[in-house]
């Protein structure tokens, strides 16, 4: 499972058509992350499954042909991945109450934007971290701002190890 995750676009689609474009591998699905959600209309997806979280910036816009939500819960590639902008989890100010949040949903994965920084962070299963003692391992992974040139790869391989890596337009 090829998975693309964008976040944070604020008008300008063209960095993210650019991504689309520059993928070796078709992704499987696209994930935008909130804040420009107008914006992946204009992207051509060539089939894949798009998932679209509404951030604090896309409250009072249209969104064009985007259905989207504040926060998607999905089983892909055998992980159950949570999908939100993060505004509403305080993630500016840290990562305990999704992480707390994650936790309470069986989320293996989390995927948020909002803070415009990129992240990548593991949490073994066993491991107290930010007051919470994770049953099962985590993944937060935050793609950075498509504003701000950067974009997420996530792979699920058929073993259900997961890659997650940044790219970025220069």
Not at 109 to 136: D, R
Request: proline share 2%; glycine share 12%.
């Amino acid at each position: 499972m090829n998975i693309l995750v964008f976040s944070d676009s604020h008008g300008r689609a063209s960095n993210m058509i650019e991504a689309l474009e520059r993928q070796i591998k078709r992704p499987d699905a696209v994930v935008f992350l909130g804040d420009g959600i107008r914006d992946i209309s204009y992207c051509n997806l060539d089939g894949a499954t798009l998932f679209a979280v509404e951030g604090n910036c896309d409250l009072y816009s249209t969104y064009g042909n985007v259905n989207a939500e504040e926060e998607i819960l999905v089983t892909l590639g055998g992980k159950r991945i949570m999908m939100v902008h993060g505004h509403a989890y305080g993630v500016k100010s840290g990562l305990a109450r999704i992480v707390m949040a994650a936790a309470r949903k069986g989320a293996d994965i989390v995927l948020f934007g909002h803070t415009h920084q990129a992240l990548e962070k593991y949490i073994p299963a066993g491991k107290t971290e930010y007051g919470i003692e994770l049953e099962k391992p985590l993944w937060l992974f935050n793609p950075g701002a498509a504003v701000d040139t950067c974009w997420g790869y996530a792979e699920i391989d058929k073993n259900g190890n997961v890659l997650l890596s940044h790219g970025r337009l220069y």
